[in-house]
Antibody
């Protein structure tokens, strides 16, 4: 079955770049679209953006200038780079598969990232 | 941005009862709405997509309805394991989520 697992540093300093990886099992990342969603403490879910192996991508307009998403077929991973982070970017970050442009049908368990010095 | 408003914020119910969760969109999203179940520390789980289609492996007691701006997730016979947060999400324009309903059994 399809499984996703996020990994990355739990703590990032303000103004630095957050880098996260999503390791995918059970399906090739060359298929479908892959997305990142975050949830700040005590708040709701926020879609950040999606990417596909073919190069299709889209981002939340408010995050576009800071966000880079990529697909690594050799490792079957999806990656996120998020620049100039602040305390407001503290959140649990989830990766998910975006099925045919429709719903997010498989999710990872999420990884908590705290932005603090 | 399309804003999704869920109600109630918290719903307390007993096993065997019926639960009705609502989601209202700030503008029409057609049938481009999904529902998710989320238990703390776990991966969110897709329940319903395209307003009324049950996802693979989801029990028949979960059903979705609605179109345009008003949507409903109904759990026909509550079980203790249904305690969770429930979120609606639209894909009509970008992707946004409701703020969630906490269901306590």
């Amino acid at each position: 079955q399809v499984q996703l697992q996020e990994s990355g540093p739990g703590l990032v300093e303000p103004s630095e770049t957050l880098s996260l990886t999503c390791t995918v099992a059970g399906v090739s990342v060359t298929n479908d679209y892959w997305t990142w969603i975050r949830q700040p403490p005590g708040k709701g879910l926020e879609w950040m953006g999606y990417v596909s192996y073919s190069g299709s991508s889209n981002w939340d307009p408010s995050l576009k200038s800071r966000l880079t998403l990529s697909v690594d077929t050799s490792k079957n991973q999806v990656s996120l780079k998020f620049t100039s982070v602040t305390a407001a970017d503290t959140a649990v970050y989830y990766c998910a598969r975006l099925l045919g442009g429709g719903p997010f049908d498989h999710w990872g368990q999420g990884t908590l990232v705290t932005v603090s010095s | 941005e399309i804003v999704l408003t869920q109600s109630p914020a918290t719903l307390s119910a007993s096993p065997g009862e019926r639960a009705t969760l609502s989601c209202r969109a700030s503008q029409s999203v057609g049938s481009s709405l999904a529902w998710y179940q989320h238990k703390p520390g776990q991966a969110p789980r897709l329940l319903v997509y395209d307003a009324s289609s049950r996802a693979t492996g989801i029990p028949a007691r979960f059903s979705g309805s609605g179109s345009g701006t008003d949507f409903t997730l109904t759990i026909s016979t509550l079980e203790p394991e249904d305690s969770a947060f429930y979120y609606c999400q639209q894909r009509f324009k970008y992707y946004t989520f409701g703020q969630g309903t906490k269901l306590e059994i």
